[in-house]
């Protein structure tokens, strides 16, 4: 059984950051790519950035330069630093990684969420 649990959320007023994480614990042999999307309320659930096994990133544009992905393979641990927050980034954050249990088994993993608001 794998769990991903996102932690750091919370109310932040505009200009200001927050750091997000996603800890991953359970029968886990490796993680190949992990993932922040979030969603929020009436819209889809969009991608805001990934980072893969080798350290390889991409964000969605309405992020690039303010937020940074990154990941601590030693403790399964994946972070969204999030600098100069604004109203529009307000949402449920998501983490989802592809995780292999076994070396020739993977699965897609959805964290709980945690709500990002941006507010004055």
């Known amino acids: 059984q794998v769990q991903l649990v996102e932690s750091g959320g919370g109310l932040v007023q505009p200009g200001g950051s927050l750091r997000p994480s996603c800890a991953a614990s359970?029968?886990?042999?490796?993680?190949?790519?992990l993932a922040w999307y979030r969603q929020a309320p009436g819209k889809q659930r969009e991608l805001v950035a990934a980072v893969t096994l080798g350290g390889i990133t991409n964000y969605v544009d309405s992020v690039k330069g303010r937020f940074t992905v990154s990941r601590d393979n030693a403790k399964n641990t994946a972070f969204l630093q999030m600098n100069s927050l604004k109203p529009e980034d307000t949402a449920v954050y998501y983490c989802?990684?592809?995780?292999?249990?076994?070396?020739?088994?993977?699965?897609?993993?959805w964290g709980q969420g945690t709500q990002v608001t941006v507010s004055s």
């Open positions: 359970g029968s886990i042999f490796s993680i190949n790519s």
């Open positions: 989802n990684a592809d995780i292999r249990t076994t070396p020739s088994v993977s699965y897609n993993y």
